[in-house]
């Protein structure tokens, strides 16, 4: 089993809609991270969340610690095609490594 | 140049050839790590390397071979790999310890095995 479960794993939706993708654990973490990935390039940080029920705003995107930390969604308002890419939530586990969730890959079509 | 470095992008490999990858980082990290993204996978923990020491070996088959000669450099050696071993191959540098320490990956270099 995954420690980090993401949902949905494909998310395809048109510009202007509204969408919401999810990071769940049964774990408790000390903080979580949220990375976008686009297609040739490598993931690249998001926004880091620490405490709970913490919420983080940027620009259109809104992320969500889970009251308890096992857990944190991620939703975008208007989506646009520019917000096309695999989205990744991650903890770090010890002192050194990060381990990632499967991601969502999120598509906008114009 | 700034940021993760990888090197090739690309590569095409016969499972009998040895190659191997490039990554430097130039943001004076202390802590490497080679991470393996395939279709059908997560992205997968292979090697973690801080203050060039090798911290973890997440059960990687030794025909994958990680070298950290100093704290800028990693290397990925590959020998006799399998075709299932074609992914995309990502490298990435942190500083460490922090709480909430962010990671920075290069490009990443696309593997075939042929």
């Known amino acids: 089993t995954q420690l980090l479960e993401q949902s949905p794993q494909f998310l395809s939706i048109q510009e202007g809609e509204n969408l919401t993708v999810y990071c769940n654990s049964s774990s408790v973490f000390s903080s979580l991270q949220w990375y976008r990935q686009e297609p040739g390039e490598g993931p690249v940080l998001l926004v880091t969340v620490v405490t709970g029920g913490e919420v983080k705003k940027l620009k259109r995107l809104t992320f969500q610690f889970g009251d308890a930390r096992k857990d944190s969604s991620l939703h975008i308002t208007a989506a646009q095609p520019g917000d096309t890419g695999l989205y990744l939530c991650a903890v770090i586990q010890g002192a050194q490594k990060l381990v990632f969730g499967q991601g969502t890959r999120l598509t906008i079509n114009p | 140049e700034t940021g993760v470095t990888q090197t090739p992008r690309h590569l095409v490999m016969g499972m009998t050839n040895k190659k191997s990858l490039k990554c430097e980082q130039h943001l004076g990290h202390n802590a490497m790590y080679w991470y393996k993204q395939s279709a059908k996978k997560p992205l997968e923990l292979m090697f973690v390397?801080?203050?060039?020491?090798?911290?973890e070996n997440n059960s990687v088959p030794s025909r994958f071979s990680p070298e950290c000669p100093n704290s800028s450099h990693l290397f990925l050696h590959l020998h006799t790999l399998q075709p299932e071993d074609s992914a995309l191959y990502l490298c990435?540098?942190?500083?460490?310890?922090?709480?909430?320490?962010?990671?920075?990956f290069g490009q990443g270099t696309r593997l075939t095995v042929v």
């Open positions: 990435a540098s942190s500083q460490v310890p922090a709480e909430n320490t962010e990671a920075f």
């Open positions: 390397y801080s203050l060039e020491e090798r911290v």
